[in-house]
């Protein structure tokens, strides 16, 4: 049997992450780190230095963008609120943005649309879906995916998702998105479920969930599905799930927010632990304390 493949998991950031979390996964054991994005809050800038403290790590970091990177505040309330007009004519920034972003993260892999090998995994790829998504199979921030990827319409989205699955030469595949797919179930405290409308509903994306049909229509193992977006915290009250294994699929929301916490009077730092080996998955939440850097 060959060597468990080990992946560190790292939720939406929202300004947390620091030279501690720096410090214990350049000493960890992780082969691969995969982080579902949103490093700012509210302002493209807020962004900046999270992504700068990432650029620390030694360890192969794959991220991709989520609805707050890149984006200005006005673009991300045009783009919330869907105005069609207004949202292209505040997305002309985005291009210097985004690369000012990708300048900070210094050798932090920005996917997106792509397909990744897995260091020491060599039948296992990570597919990386569409940026900047806000969920509810909406295509969001359509200029920019439209001038970076040439992807108009959610149909052209979820076949270009396919077109890279079919191209992929593993047999056993992991997906990266900023929001799950949709299909997972529609009440506030679903994996992906709409927690700020009081009709609740099902927030996953239909593109992803297309694209892992047809990876397991073309006999892949889906692996694991990482993504984020969707808070743990569900408004109302309570926590979402964030775990759920379906069809032997693993889907994680990773997006425990403020993933940097106190309770106890002991400051908590959480992260994602999924380990691979030739027959199985697992899927573990970490919380480590500053103390035990
Ligand atoms: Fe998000």
Not at 134 to 159: I, K
Not at 237 to 254: K, S
Request: proline letters at 4%.
């Amino acid at each position: 049997m060959s060597r468990a493949i080990q992946i560190g998991i790292i939720g939406d950031v929202h300004r947390q992450f620091d030279s501690l979390d720096v410090k214990q996964f350049n000493q960890s054991d992780y082969d691969l780190l995969l982080c579902t994005g949103d490093l700012a809050n509210l302002w493209h800038r807020e962004g900046l230095a999270p992504a700068r403290q990432m650029a620390q790590l030694q360890k192969p970091t794959l991220i991709i963008p989520g609805n707050h990177d890149s984006l200005s505040l006005p673009q991300l309330v045009a783009e919330i609120k869907e105005r069609r007009y207004l949202r292209r004519w505040l997305a002309w920034g985005q291009p210097r943005r985004l690369r000012q972003w990708q300048r900070a993260l210094g050798p932090v892999q920005v996917g997106g649309y792509s397909v990744h090998s897995v260091p020491g995994g060599q039948d296992v790829a990570v597919v990386v879906g569409r940026p900047f998504a806000m969920g509810g199979s909406v295509l969001h921030c359509q200029p920019q995916l439209q001038r970076q990827f040439g992807v108009d319409t959610m149909a052209e989205s979820a076949a270009r998702l396919c077109q890279l699955v079919a191209q992929t030469s593993q047999s056993r595949l992991i997906f990266l998105a900023h929001n799950g797919p949709s299909g997972l179930g529609s009440r506030r405290d679903s994996i992906w479920g709409n927690d700020f409308d009081p009709q609740q509903g099902d927030f996953g994306d239909s593109d992803l969930r297309e694209a892992i049909a047809f990876a397991r229509q073309r006999g892949k193992a889906v692996l694991a599905v990482v993504a984020g977006h969707m808070h743990h915290h569900v408004k109302q009250e309570g926590q979402r799930t964030w775990h759920l294994v379906q069809d032997g699929v693993h889907y994680i929301n990773a997006a425990r927010v403020p993933r940097i916490f106190e309770a106890d009077g002991r400051i908590h730092h959480h992260h994602i632990r999924l380990t691979i080996d030739d027959n199985s998955v697992t899927v573990s939440e970490q919380l480590r304390q500053g103390n035990d850097f």
